[in-house]
C-alpha cells in the first residue's frame, strides 16, 4: 500500500513531456537536477551530521568539468556527465580528508574556505574556465553511437530523470547500507562510534566523496541543461541555496530535499514576481524552519503517517570535560 | 606479563597529574575494579587505555603488545570495549540499531557502501540476543534517547557486549541509578559477567557493586595507586581508610 | 624607492589590514570561546556596521559620529539576534547554530541590498586623517596609520579588559565552564548576550573603518567572513592571541604576496592555512577540544 505514492509519482514524472508545455518542462529537468543536488548535500548534513557550506563546490566543479571535456573533446553528453561527476569526488578525496581535519565548526568554515578558493580559481583561471564570463555555449554533445536524442527537450529530461532515479536508489541503498547506518552513529555521537572501533574520519571522508560524487553529477546536468559553465556555480550564495533547500524540505530524508528544492523553485517563481525582496523572505523562511520545524516539510508529511520525528529529540552536548581528544 | 596492563602510566594537564606512574594488571578472567574518591583519576585513566587521551608517560599493553599511541578506535579493535561515565548512546537510533551498530563494528563488512543485507541480517540476530540477555526485548524498536535513564545504562552495556570483547571497561555501570534500579543492574551484570567469562575493568563509586562484583580491587587516590588486592584486603588497609573510606563517613 | 622604505611603508600597510581584520576575527573567536558556536554572520554584521557608518556619517555631517554609533547599533542588532534567534537553540546541537546565523546572514545581506541599493556606497576619508606624512622619504597615508593605531589600542584594551577586570574574568570563566559560573549565581544568559553584542560591535567597528578604504559594498560581508575564518583557523579557535597573530600572517602574506607574487597571494594563505591544519589541527594557539 505504502508504495502507491511512489509508483504513482514515477509515473507522472514518466509521463510528464507528453502532458506538460514545453516551458513547465524546462522547469520541471531543473526541479530535478536541484533535487539531485540537494539529496547529495543531505548524505552529509541530514545523515552524518556534516554541515558542509560549501556545496557548490562539487556542483561548479562537475559542471567545469562536463562542459571542458564536451567543449574540447566532444565527449558523448552521458560520458561526460558522469566524467564531471567522477571528477569532482576525485576533488573530494584530498579536500575532504583536510576538511575532517578539524571537526565540528571549523569543518563547517573549512567547506566554505575551500569552495571560494574554487571560485576563486574558476574567476582567475582564464585560459580555462573563461574567467568571469564562464563556459557559454555548452553543447549537448550526441552519441555515443551518435544518439542524438538526449539533445531535444524531452530527451534531455529523461535522461535527467534516468539520473536521478538512479541516484536515489543508490542513496537509499547507500544510508541503510553497513557504512551508511555508521554514518548515522557518527551524526548521533562521534565519539561512541569511535569506542565501538569505527574510525569515524575515514567514514566521514567517504560521505564526502560520495556526496560529491552526486553533486557533481547534478553540475554536469546543469550545465548542458543551460548551456553555460559560470563562476556562479561555485558561489556561497548556491551553496546556502542548496542548504536551504535542504533544511526547508527535511534533512536527514532523501525525498525531504527534493521535495525543499520543488518548493524552492516554486516560492522563487512566484515570489520573485511579487516582491523583488524574496531572498529576503527565503532567509526569513530557513530561520523559522531550522528553530521551530527541523524535520522540514517531508517530517512533517510523514508525522501525519507514523511516530513522531526524531529529529527535535537532539544529542546530549557532550559535557565540556576537556578529555575527549580526538587523534 | 598481565594480560592487560599498565606500566609507570602518567597523564599531567600542566601542574596537575591526573594520573600519576600508575602500574596495574589484569589478569585474564579477572573482575577488577578501579575506585577513589571523586578526582582520583578513574575515569582519565579509561581515557588514557582506551585511546581517548595520549598519556604523557608509561605504556599500556594489552597481550604484550603496545596500546600506547593508538587512537580510540584501533584501540577498540583489539577487543577492548567500554561505557561512558555519561551514558554515551546514539539518541535517535533505535535500541536494536544501536546495538546492532556494535556488532557490527570488527565486522569486516562494515566498510560497505550498498547492501550488506546479510551482515545487517547476522548482526540484527546479535543485537537482539543482546537486548535479551540485559531484558531490554521490549523496547528494542524504541530510539535510545527515549528510554529511561536505567535502560540507557543497559543499552550501553549491551553495545559493549555485542562488541564481543576480550576486555570490558565498564565507567560507572550504575552511575544516577536509583536503588531499585542500581540492584538491577548488578543483578544483570553479575548474571552476564559468570556466563561470559570476561575480563572486566570496572570504575565504580558504589561500594556496594565493588564489593559484590569484583575479585580484584585497585584504589587510586591523588592520582597514584595506594592500594591493590583482594577485597576484604583493600577494606582493612589503613592508607584506604584514610584517604577514601574514612572520607566519606 | 629604497628596499628599507619599501619594507617599512608595506610592513605598516601590511599592520593596517591586521587591524581590521582582528576587529573582525577577535568578535568572532571571543563568541566562539564563549558560545561554542561560529556566527556566519559576523561578515554581514562587519558590512551593515559599514553601511550604517556612511548613512551615519553622512546624517550627522562627522565621521566620527558614525564612527562611535554604528559599532553600539550594530551591538545593540546582535543583542537583540542572539535573544531572539539563538536563544531557542541552547539546548540543541552547534548545527543549529550554524545554520540560523548562516540565516541571518543571508537575511542581514538582503536587508542591505533593499535598504542602500546595489551600489557601492563611498565614505570619504575625515579631512583629519586625509594627508599623507613621510615615512623614510616616502608618502604614506595617515588614514592607514590610525588603522593601525585603532587596532592596537583595541588588542591591548580588550586584553587588559579580559585581564584586568571582574566582567573579564567572568567572561573568561564562562568560556572555561559555564555551569560553575551559573552556580556562583552569575547570569550566564546576560553573559552570553553582551559578548556576542560586543563581537557584533567590534566587526561593525571595522566596518566603518575600513569603509573609507573600500567603500561600502555588498560583497564585503563574505569577503572578510572567509579571511577571518583563515585566520581563526591559523591561529587556533578561540583564541584571543591566535587571531591578532593569525590576522598578522594573513595581512602579512596579502600585502607583500600582492606587491611581489600578485598571482600567488591567495594560493599563499591557503596553503598556510592547509600547512596549519595538516601539523597543528587545531591552529597556531588553540588547544584540543
Known sequence: MRRWPGALIIALLLAAPWGLPAFLLTSLTEVLILGLFAMSLDLLVGY???????????????????????????????????????????????????????????????????????????????????????????????????????????????????????????????????????????????????????????????????????????????????????????????????????????????????????????????????????????????????????????????????????????????????????? | MGYLECRELSRHFGALAAVDRVSMRVERGEIRAVIGPNGAGKSTLFNLITGFLRPTGGDVTFEGERLTGLPPHLVCQRGIARTFQLTALFPRLTALENVRLAAQARRSGRWSIAGGGALRADTGRTAEHWLERVGLGPVAAVPAGLLSHGDQRLLEVAMALAQTPAVLLLDEPTQGLSVEETARTVGILRELLAAEQLTVLLVEHDMEVVFSLARQITVLHQGRVIADGPPGVVKDDPAVQAAYLGGLT | MSLTALLVTQGLNALSLAALLFLISAGLTLIFGIMRIINFAHGALYMLGAYLGFSLTLWSGSYWAGLAAAPVAVGGIGWLLE???????????????????????????????????????????????????????????????????????????????????????????????????????????????????????????????????????????????????????????????????????????????????????????????????????????????
Not at chain 3, 153 to 163: I, N, P
Open chain 1, 48 to 327: 552524518t551530521g556534516l554541515h558542509s557550506f560549501g556545496h557548490a563546490a562539487s556542483y561548479g566543479l562537475g559542471a567545469y568539468a562536463a562542459s571542458l571535456v564536451m567543449l574540447q573533446w566532444a565527449v558523448p553528453l552521458p560520458a561526460a556527465v558522469l566524467a564531471g561527476a567522477a571528477f569532482s569526488a576525485v576533488v573530494a578525496v584530498p579536500v575532504g580528508w583536510l576538511c575532517t581535519r578539524a571537526t565540528g565548526v571549523s569543518f563547517a568554515m573549512l567547506t566554505l574556505a575551500f569552495a571560494q578558493l574554487a571560485y576563486a580559481l574558476a574567476y582567475k583561471w582564464q585560459s580555462l574556465t573563461g574567467g568571469s564570463d564562464g563556459l557559454a555555449g555548452v553543447p549537448r554533445t550526441a552519441g555515443p553511437f551518435g544518439i542524438e536524442w538526449f539533445a531535444s527537450r524531452p530527451g534531455f529530461y529523461y535522461l535527467v530523470l534516468l539520473a536521478l532515479l538512479a541516484s536515489y536508489a543508490f542513496c537509499r541503498a547507500f544510508v541503510r547500507s553497513p557504512l551508511g547506518t555508521t554514518l548515522q552513529a557518527i551524526r548521533e555521537n562521534e565519539r561512541k562510534a569511535l569506542a565501538l572501533g569505527y574510525d569515524a574520519r575515514a567514514c566521514k571522508i567517504v560521505a564526502f566523496t560520495v556526496a560529491f560524487f552526486f553533486g557533481g553529477l547534478a553540475g554536469a546536468l546543469y550545465a548542458p541543461f543551460a548551456g553555460f559553465a559560470s563562476p556562479d556555480l561555485l558561489f556561497w550564495l548556491l551553496s546556502g541555496q542548496v542548504l536551504v533547500m535542504v533544511i526547508v524540505g527535511g534533512a536527514g530524508t532523501l525525498i525531504g530535499p527534493m521535495l525543499g528544492a520543488a518548493v524552492f523553485l516554486l516560492l522563487e517563481h512566484y515570489l520573485s514576481a511579487l516582491t523583488d525582496s524574496w531572498a529576503l523572505l527565503l532567509g526569513l523562511i530557513f530561520i523559522v524552519f531550522v528553530i521551530g520545524l527541523p524535520e522540514g516539510l517531508w517530517g512533517l508529511v510523514r508525522r501525519r503517517q507514523g511516530p513522531p520525528a526524531l529529529l527535535r529529540l537532539s544529542p546530549p552536548v557532550p559535557a565540556p570535560e576537556r578529555e575527549h581528544g580526538l587523534p
Open chain 3, 83 to 289: 535573544f531572539l534567534a539563538l536563544r531557542p537553540l541552547y539546548r540543541r546541537d552547534a548545527g543549529a547554530f550554524l545554520l540560523v546565523t548562516f540565516g541571518l546572514a543571508l537575511v542581514l545581506t538582503e536587508s542591505v541590498r533593499l535598504g542602500w541599493g546595489p551600489d557601492p556606497q563611498r565614505l570619504a576619508i575625515p579631512p583629519q586623517l586625509a594627508a599623507t606624512v613621510s615615512i623614510l622619504d616616502e608618502p604614506f597615508p595617515v588614514y592607514r596609520l590610525f588603522l593601525a593605531g585603532t587596532g592596537v589600542v583595541v588588542a591591548v584594551s580588550l586584553w587588559q579588559f579580559l585581564e584586568r577586570t571582574r566582567l573579564g574574568l567572568l567572561i573568561r570563566a564562562t568560556a572555561q565552564n559555564a555551569e560553575m559560573v551559573e552556580a556562583v549565581g552569575v547570569n550566564v544568559r546576560w553573559i552570553r548576550s553582551g559578548v556576542f553584542g560586543l563581537g557584533c560591535a567590534l566587526a561593525a567597528l571595522g566596518g566603518v573603518m575600513a569603509a573609507p578604504l573600500v567603500t561600502a559594498y555588498l560583497g564585503m560581508g563574505l569577503n572578510v567572513i572567509i579571511e577571518a575564518f583563515v585566520i581563526v583557523i591559523i591561529g587556533g579557535m578561540g583564541s584571543f592571541v591566535g587571531s591578532a597573530v593569525g590576522s598578522l600572517v594573513v595581512a602579512g602574506v596579502q600585502t607583500f604576496g600582492n606587491f611581489y607574487l600578485p598571482e600567488l597571494a591567495l594560493a599563499i594563505i591557503y596553503l598556510a592555512m592547509i600547512a596549519v591544519l595538516v601539523l597543528r589541527p587545531y591552529g597556531l594557539f588553540g588547544h584540543e577540544e
